[in-house]
Every structure is written in structure tokens, then in C-alpha cells.
Nanobody, 112 residues
């Protein structure tokens, strides 16, 4: 099970930190991802982190602003989002790519 939290309404330029609490599998043994989706558009891969956080990759649109991280002791995935823009608005999902597990999503709205 994956449960996201931390979304909300924020002004442009602001920050949010998303969390994804994992259970039911050995979290530390899997790479993890954050995706986002806006209505009528395909789900977009935002960030990826490998086991133990050895490697992280980001969509070009969020590089330098977002940071993906993980706490294997707490079975939790994070996404720190800074310098938020209106185009970052969407529902953010965490994902275990090799298991095809998805959370229910958390809504982020960037608007003044």
C-alpha cells in the first residue's frame, strides 16, 4: 500500500513537501517514482530514485527545483518541491515501477 500526503494550495514561488508512506512490501529493496497528472493529459514521470538513494533522475521541467529522497527506516518516500509554478499543478502519485503499485494521489495546486 502507498499513501501520499502533503499536497495543498500554494502560491507561485512557494514550497511543498510530499510524503508517500509504504507498507506491505520491502520498501528498501525497490526503486521508487513520483508521477503527476493533470486532466486530459498523460501521467508524467517527475522523479525517480533507486535503492538506497544511489541515483536520482528528474524530468527536465523540475530539475533544480524538486528533490526526491527516501527514508528506508521509515518506509517513506519524499518529494521536496521548491519554486513552484502554476504548471506544477496536478495530482501527484508515488509508484513502485517494478510492482506497478500506485497510491491514491495527493492534489497540488499552485495559484495566486
Amino acid at each position: 500500500q502507498l499513501v501520499e500526503s502533503g499536497g495543498g494550495l500554494v502560491q507561485p514561488g512557494g514550497s511543498l513537501r510530499l510524503s508517500c508512506a509504504a507498507s506491505g512490501f520491502t520498501f528498501s529493496q525497490y526503486s521508487m517514482r513520483w508521477y503527476r497528472q493533470v486532466p486530459q493529459k498523460a501521467r508524467e514521470l517527475v522523479a525517480h530514485i533507486t535503492m538506497r538513494g544511489r541515483l536520482t533522475t528528474y524530468a527536465d521541467s523540475v530539475k533544480g527545483r524538486f528533490t526526491i529522497s527516501r527514508d528506508d527506516g521509515k518506509n517513506t518516500l519524499f518529494l521536496q518541491m521548491n519554486e513552484l509554478k502554476p504548471n506544477d499543478t496536478g495530482v501527484y502519485y508515488c509508484n513502485v515501477p517494478t510492482l506497478d503499485y500506485w497510491g491514491q494521489g495527493t492534489q497540488v495546486i499552485v495559484s495566486s
